[in-house]
């Protein structure tokens, strides 16, 4: 079946970093885009960052763009989010997951890492 397990979320001071990371089994990873999404206590999950499935094309939200940058590597079918300058605000639960190229929804996720900025 397939697994998403998500890692390297914790507690960092603001203007700090983390990198996640997104080790997938159970698919063909190249044949997935891949994408990080969030959940603040009290909101709706919300969209973070994508990456196609070679990895040539990012998009990202305007909240994290300047800051966060995405990346995939497919020999390891692992995905990774590299969080700069955090803030506060991007305080979440982190989940990773996968949309197969050509199909309109996100199909698999993972259970997600906390990620805690303090001011």
């Known amino acids: 079946q397939v697994q998403l397990v998500e890692s390297g979320g914790g507690l960092v001071q603001a203007g700090g970093s983390l990198r996640l990371s997104c080790a997938a089994s159970g698919l063909t990873f190249s044949n997935y885009i891949m994408g990080w999404f969030r959940q603040a206590p009290g909101k709706e999950r919300e969209f973070a960052a994508a990456?196609?499935?070679?990895?040539?094309?990012?998009d990202y939200a305007d909240s994290v763009k300047g800051r966060f940058t995405i990346s995939r590597d497919n020999a390891k079918n692992t995905v990774y989010l590299q969080m700069n300058s955090l803030k506060p605000e991007d305080t979440a639960v982190y989940y990773c997951?996968?949309?197969?190229?050509?199909?309109?929804?996100?199909?698999?996720w993972g259970q997600g890492t906390q990620v805690t900025v303090s001011s």
């Open positions: 990456i196609t499935w070679s990895g040539g094309g990012t």
């Open positions: 997951a996968s949309r197969r190229v050509g199909s309109s929804g996100y199909h698999y």
